[in-house]
């Protein structure tokens, strides 16, 4: 009975380590992100709200908060900072005056353009170790990981 329970700490202290290995290693991954798309002048949430929209079209604020995981005051600053420098632009809903649809520009989709070459190059240098194999199973891993719904005591 010993030995198990030398076992289960072990695997428990494994577990600690490997999720600091994680958390370390998404720090400094996030870290490179922003500087690189800092040459831009831009963040990540601010690229992230670009790429939304370029995909999207305009896109309720709601859905926003939603797909950046920000709360509406957070994703209320980042618009409100893209507007100011022209990359987009708020409309009210014509039928719903409560909804406000944010749409990117000409000059926001230019940007996102450059910061998609920028970002896609930092993506391929930084997975370039790992061959298809180990993308395939990492990817598998990530998806496994972001899709529990982990309940903690109270």
């Known amino acids: ?39 831009l002048g831009i963040c990540t949430t601010e690229f992230k709200i670009l790429r939304i929209l370029q995909e999207d079209g305009p896109t309720p604020m709601a859905r926003l908060s939603d797909a950046t995981l920000l709360s ?3 994703i209320t600053s980042f618009v409100d900072k893209l507007e100011e420098r022209g990359m987009v632009r708020r409309e009210r809903d014509k039928m719903d005056r409560r909804v406000i649809w944010i749409t990117i520009t000409s000059k926001g989709r230019s940007l996102f353009r450059r910061g998609l070459k920028i970002h896609s190059q930092f993506v391929s240098g930084l997975l370039a170790g790992l061959d298809d194999a180990e993308l395939s199973r990492f990817s598998s891993i990530m ?8 309940q903690t005591e109270k």
């Open 143 to 150: 998806k496994k990981l972001s899709s529990f719904d982990v």
């Open 72 to 74: 509406q005051p957070a």
């Open 1 to 39: 009975m010993l030995a198990s329970r030398k076992v289960a700490r072990r695997t428990e202290a494994d577990r600690i380590e490997l999720w600091r290995e994680i958390s370390n290693a998404w720090k400094q991954i996030s870290r490179d992100a922003e500087k690189n798309l800092s040459r």
